[in-house]
T-cell receptor
Framework: DTEVTQTPKHLVMGMTNKKSLKCEQHMGHRAMYWYKQKAKKPPELMFVYSYEKLSINESVPSRFSPECPNSSLLNLHLHALQPEDSALYLC????????????FGSGTRLTVV | LAKTTQPISMDSYEGQEVNITCSHNNIATNDYITWYQQFPSQGPRFIIQGYKTKVTNEVASLFIPADRKSSTLSLPRVSLSDTAVYYCLVGDLGLSGGYQKVTFGTGTKLQVIP
């Protein structure tokens, strides 16, 4: 299995809702990432997990809460989001947190209303 | 990490060879050059990686001159399905294990015209 699977593919949520994005990989990769991508912009790093521990938080607002339950799963919990948080949220994995070869999922298109 | 600079956009007719350049003047000795392709509403996909001279795979070729301050991704005989954004990244293979922040540049939007 050489894929990163993200669910759901699309999500519409209100500003008072709580929702979660899910990501799964079975390649034995020990680093997992969340990226945010706005339209016509490059992906921006949000969080890095290395060996199931949060390694990097790129000053992301606390309304985004990552979780890594095990080496194959990565969640992003969302609460009290703003309309400007609407974006494509991408999960990626790599063998370690170093290096530049990533496997990305297809993303979750999030719309905050 | 070395900053990369690419053209914002390029147009090409179907069947032509397309060369996309990336400038990375501050590339470090241990850095490799990696290219990704991204279609709309999908995640970036690894295309090719190289250190020097030329690398070729079933999708593309990567040309890196001796000074390594630039690189060129070559796509042979493009089709409409090659319309995408192409990103050049520079960084080492991470053999030391330490974290390195990888930043995506603006990328090059390639539009293939029928």
């Amino acid at each position: 299995d050489t894929e990163v699977t993200q669910t759901p593919k699309h999500l519409v949520m209100g500003m008072t809702n709580k929702k979660s994005l899910k990501c799964e990989q079975h390649m034995g990769h020990r680093a997992m990432y969340w990226y945010k991508q706005k339209a016509k912009k490059p992906p921006e790093l949000m969080f890095v997990y290395s060996y199931e521990k949060l390694s990097i938080n790129e000053s992301v607002p606390s309304r985004f809460s990552p979780e890594c339950p095990n080496s194959s799963l990565l969640n992003l919990h969302l609460h009290a989001l703003q309309p400007e948080d609407s974006a494509l949220y991408l999960c990626a994995s790599s063998q370690t947190q170093a290096g530049v070869v990533f496997t990305f999922g297809s993303g979750t298109r999030l719309t905050v209303v | 990490l070395a900053k990369t600079t690419q053209p914002i956009s390029m147009d090409s007719y179907e069947g032509q060879e397309v060369n996309i350049t990336c400038s990375h003047n501050n590339i470090a000795t241990n850095d490799y050059i990696t290219w990704y392709q991204q279609f709309p509403s999908q995640g970036p996909r690894f295309i090719i990686q190289g250190y020097k001279t030329k690398v070729t795979n079933e999708v593309a070729s990567l040309f890196i001159p001796a000074d390594r301050k630039s690189s060129t991704l070559s796509l042979p005989r493009v089709s409409l399905s090659d319309t995408a954004v192409y990103y050049c990244l520079v960084g080492d293979l991470g053999l030391s294990g330490g974290y390195q922040k990888v930043t995506f540049g603006t990328g090059t939007k390639l539009q293939v015209i029928p």
